[in-house]
């Protein structure tokens, strides 16, 4: 894959829950939650302070994530569906 985010964007790989079927109810796809778990494909370089200073991402590629429910914009680069999002929009590393 070529994508290389800019300033203290990251690029997300949505990780799938595992299918759980509790009480043999079949939740349809459209009645699914949308995931907030991903693993981070690529960084950017950092941020750029109004004073020159730019300041390094705290996530790096292969980070397990948490992030907003409706975080980040969707893209499809290659076949694979990805999301750009901002380091301020991840919540938690795992």
Avoid: C, H, W
Wanted: no cysteine; proline share 6%; net charge negative.
């Amino acid at each position: 894959m070529n994508v290389q985010p800019l300033a203290d964007r990251v690029v997300v790989k949505v990780l799938e829950p595992g299918e759980q079927v509790k009480g043999g109810i079949i939740i349809p796809d459209t009645a699914k939650e949308k995931p907030q778990e991903g693993e981070v494909v690529a960084v950017g370089p950092g941020k750029v302070t109004d004073s020159g200073t730019k300041i390094a991402l705290e996530v790096q590629s292969g980070d397990r994530i948490l992030f907003g429910k409706y975080s980040g914009t969707p893209v499809d680069v290659e076949g694979q569906e990805l999301l750009i999002m901002r380091e301020n929009d991840i919540l938690a590393k795992l």
